[in-house]
């Protein structure tokens, strides 16, 4: 399968750990990558591979993989972090089959 | 510092044709795969394209197959998106992205990412 499925919507209180979830048959054989998109931006690579930060990321962001499911953790969120997440990998098939979730909007109270 | 500028959006009718343009600096564009992605308003992010660093390797989604054509300048650090037959589900903003990983497309870890063009198909 070539699909990434993300919740819609997430919400965490201020200064607590919330995690994002993208399951998909493709997460056995790839690691994903994770994106960050403010209103009216492009995105911002969060996490990539088994759990890199690209430099300038918060190290408040940490990524994992089980299975058939990756995850984004972000520990003790801010309020400049309410944003949407977008994971993305490529399908397990062999071809180039490149996918992106359908997004999870993350509020922070 | 890495800068990606697209160009070339605007306004099409349906079954028009279009390039886009994007030119980068502050890397080694010669050693990087390139991506097009789009989003269409108020939606997600679509992955639309890339090519390999030399141009030899080229892969489209397919939903834009057969209409849509990639293509590189390494010499003048430019990467572009022909696109035809334009359908109105074809609007959306465009984003030129770079790969982090040198040389081979790996589909994922796009480490930098242009403002966008927007391209608009209606009549």
């Known amino acids: 399968s070539s699909e990434l499925t993300q919740d819609p919507a997430v919400s965490v209180a201020l200064g607590q750990t919330v995690r994002i979830t993208c399951q998909g048959d493709s997460l056995r054989s790839y690691y994903a990558s994770w994106y960050q998109q403010k209103p009216g931006q492009a995105p911002v690579l969060v996490i990539y591979?088994?759990?890199n930060r690209p430099s300038g990321i918060p190290d408040r962001f940490s990524g994992s993989s089980s299975g058939n499911t990756a995850s984004l953790t972000i520990t003790g969120a801010q309020a400049e972090d309410e944003a949407d997440y977008y994971c993305n990998s490529r399908d397990s098939s062999g071809n180039l089959n490149v996918v992106f979730g359908g997004g999870t909007k993350l509020t922070v109270l | 510092e890495v800068q990606l500028v697209e160009s070339g959006g605007g306004l099409v009718q349906p079954g028009g044709s279009l390039r886009l343009s994007c030119s980068a600096s502050g890397f080694t564009f010669s050693s990087y795969a390139m991506h097009w992605v789009r989003q269409a308003p108020g939606k997600g992010l679509e992955y639309v394209s890339a090519?390999?660093?030399?141009?030899?390797?080229?892969y489209y989604a397919d939903s834009v197959k057969g209409r849509f054509t990639i293509s590189r300048d390494n010499s003048k650090n430019t990467l572009y998106l022909q696109m035809s037959s334009l359908r109105a589900e074809d609007t959306a903003v465009y984003y030129c992205?770079?790969?982090?990983?040198?040389?081979?497309?790996?589909?994922?870890?796009?480490?930098?990412w242009g403002q966008g063009t927007l391209v608009t198909v209606s009549s």
């Open positions: 090519i390999s660093s030399n141009g030899g390797s080229t």
């Open positions: 992205v770079k790969q982090g990983t040198a040389m081979v497309i790996t589909g994922s870890d796009f480490d930098y």
């Open positions: 591979g088994k759990n």
